[in-house]
């Protein structure tokens, strides 16, 4: 007796799930209205960060002795897939690593720099790549250089004189000693962080709100005297444990007239391998995304000043992956969708980090491959500019890790005028279903033929290694036609389409 009321229970409970799914059953649309603008793309959205930490640099980007490395000591085969990458903007030294870091111990001859021990990481760090290094490299890879100064253990003194060393004509004490060291022309770098994740108590010199909000104005006013034309991230929340909006707010009441931006840093994970836990993870981006446009508005109606400041989101990725899995690139795209949803306040992404920690590129001595994460960011990098666009999106939904109404399509539009292309990037957070959208442009036909690229294995726990490499953007065309065109997403996938308008 007590089995068939057990049976009974099982079938209700599956009749119920069954109707519960077929309940909702929309058909899948998107529509795309070129009049429903954002904001501009920057391309900054797509930047990278290189830290003092693990492989990442020594043994990652920079291998002297190595035979495949150039005659500076970086890793050629490294640099030919960075370049492939398109990265417009990498961030230096750290991460927590700059919390302790005296930029000083990393220029001269070699043979002088100290080796010290480095308490972030708890590390013996050479001082054998530092800020000329880090420069000849943005060099090398075609990108701007972003530095982020030690407001953890550091001091004003330090961060304008590294300002000047960086930025000034020769005539100056930090500037000749720049030209001493074989660097006549200033660098000109450009993009300057104030500190990293200083509301973290994991933090060297972590401080309150306040006491950051104060010690990040003077060095900020020393830096800008130095060279009014640099741009300033400030430190925001990557502590979202603690009241984070708070941080944020204080923060920008503080520094608002020095400041061009504010960081976001966001982390996550997978612990309890599920994968629909895992798809909602990117859920608080958004809302992170706009709390914070919220208090740079009311920062700024406060200040009565006009002058625009943007989100940096200078960290972000998935932690403690295992060889990073198909799932994996689903949530970066989301991370990359969620930015170009928000491209008229988010004007730059960084994500953590470049070459072997949580990383896209993966290094040993003989070599190197792609990890999974290489492949979303890629493609967002290549085609994903233009003006970003307030996609409709109608679909089922799903409900996961305390979120409700989670669309399966994870849908950002951007058009770009001058291809007369729109591009769509969309995730398939359903498990083990294809979805078939219909895809509407509201303001003109389509036309000509589409560009598909798919990132799709039917294996959710496919990932790459030196030895197989399955794990790979399909390309495809399609033609378009002129009014809507049907598209299927298979389940678990991400794909990017590239529609030609007339
Ligand atoms: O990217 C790794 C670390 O994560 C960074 O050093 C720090 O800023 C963050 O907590």
């Known amino acids: 007796m007590k089995h068939f009321y057990s049976w009974i229970l099982l079938f209700v409970t599956l009749f119920l799930n069954s109707w519960a799914t077929a309940a909702e059953n929309k058909p899948a649309v998107i529509k795309i209205d070129l009049d429903r603008a954002i904001g501009e793309i920057d391309p900054n959205l797509y930047g990278n960060f290189i830290e003092h930490l693990g492989k990442c640099i020594y043994g990652g980007i920079y291998e002297p002795g190595n ?17 492939e990458l398109s990265v417009p903007i990498l961030r230096w030294p750290g991460g927590n690593f700059t919390s302790g870091y005296h930029w000083m111990d990393g220029i001269g001859p070699r043979e002088k720099r100290p080796a010290r021990v480095e308490l972030a990481w708890g590390a013996v760090e050479s001082n054998a790549v530092g800020t000329d290094e880090f420069i000849a490299y943005c060099r090398k890879i075609g990108t ?17 004189n590294w300002v000047e060393y960086c930025n000034r004509p020769k005539g100056t004490e930090y500037a000749d000693l720049r030209a001493r060291n074989g660097h006549e022309e200033p660098y000109h770098v450009k993009y300057w962080g104030l500190g990293n994740e200083i509301d973290g108590p994991w933090q060297m010199g972590y401080k309150n709100a306040e006491d950051y909000a ?9 830096m800008k005297w130095m060279d009014k034309d640099i741009k300033l991230i400030a430190s925001g929340s990557s502590n979202f444990g603690a009241d984070w909006i708070t941080w944020n707010r204080t923060v920008l009441n503080t520094l608002r007239d020095q400041i061009d931006y504010i960081s976001l840093h966001t982390y996550v994970g997978n612990p309890k ?26 920062a700024q109606i406060r200040g009565n000043r006009h002058k625009p400041i943007y989100i940096a989101f200078d960290e972000y990725n998935v932690w403690h992956r295992a060889n990073a899995q198909l799932e994996v690139p689903y ?18 992404a960084n994500m953590a980090q470049l070459v072997n920690v949580l990383a896209p590129i993966h290094t040993e001595k003989q070599g190197l491959y792609l990890h999974t994460i290489y492949f979303p960011l890629q493609l967002f990098a290549r085609y994903s500019h233009g003006v970003a666009l307030d996609a409709f999106v109608q679909c089922d939904t799903f409900d996961a890790a305390g979120f409700t109404k989670i669309p399966y399509l994870d849908v950002s539009a951007a058009y770009n005028p001058q291809k007369k292309l729109v591009i769509l ?28 690229y798919e990132l799709y294995q039917e294996d959710l726990k496919a990932a790459n290694s030196f030895d197989s490499q399955p794990v790979k953007p399909v390309e495809k065309t399609a033609d378009c036609g002129t009014d809507a065109i049907t598209y299927r997403f298979p389940a678990h996938s991400f794909t990017t389409l590239c529609l030609p308008i007339r």
């Open 214 to 222: 104060k010690y990040a104005l003077e060095a900020a006013k020393l």
């Open 144 to 160: 701007e250089p972003y530095i982020c100064i030690n407001l953890g253990t550091g001091t004003w003194e330090e961060a304008r």
């Open 425 to 452: 990037n969309v995730v398939n957070r359903h498990k083990d279903q294809a979805i078939e959208a219909r895809i509407l442009n509201q303001t003109g036909a389509w036309t000509g033929k589409a560009a598909i």
């Open 331 to 348: 949530v970066l795209a989301s991370f990359l969708n969620s930015f170009v949803r928000h491209a008229d306040s988010v004007k730059m």
């Open 273 to 298: 391998d599920n994968f629909y836990e895992f798809m909602a993870q990117t859920r608080p981006v958004d809302e992170r995304i706009e709390i914070t446009a919220g208090l740079i508005r009311e």
């Open 67 to 83: 035979p495949l490395s150039d005659a500076d000591g970086f890793r050629s085969d490294v640099i030919k897939v960075v370049k």
